[in-house]
């Protein structure tokens, strides 16, 4: 069982930045691939980017690449997000979510934190 808490998220105006922190509980989190996803208002749930296991692998989504950065401490569980070059587009509940290293599914999610980008 992983428990997963975001927190960071805020609000702040185009053109700033913010970073998005998940704290995972439990002894096995270096076993698990992480992702962050996003949920805009009216919208569905998307990927914006995930990291390996060992913190070696990264994806993006094509409408944050160059923009945002995932990383990992594995010393203290947690999982970052750091998102420059904000815009308005980028509003939305953005969840943090754990997977076994290499499997296509997400088995455990957070709550969300809001991140609001005022133009």
């Known amino acids: 069982q992983v428990q997963l808490v975001e927190s960071g998220g805020g609000l702040v105006q185009a053109g700033e930045f913010l970073r998005l922190s998940c704290a995972a509980s439990?002894?096995?989190?270096?076993?698990?691939?992480m992702g962050w996803f996003r949920q805009g208002p009216g919208k569905e749930r998307e990927f914006v980017a995930r990291?390996?296991?060992?913190?070696?692998?990264?994806n993006y989504a094509d409408s944050v690449k160059g923009r945002f950065t995932i990383s990992r401490d594995n010393a203290k569980n947690t999982v970052y997000l750091q998102m420059n070059s904000l815009n308005p587009e980028d509003t939305a509940v953005y969840y943090c979510?754990?997977?076994?290293?290499?499997?296509?599914?997400?088995?455990?999610w957070g709550q969300g934190t809001q991140v609001t980008v005022s133009s």
């Open positions: 979510a754990a997977t076994p290293a290499g499997m296509v599914q997400y088995t455990y």
């Open positions: 439990g002894r096995t989190f270096s076993r698990y691939d």
């Open positions: 990291i390996s296991s060992g913190g070696g692998s990264k």
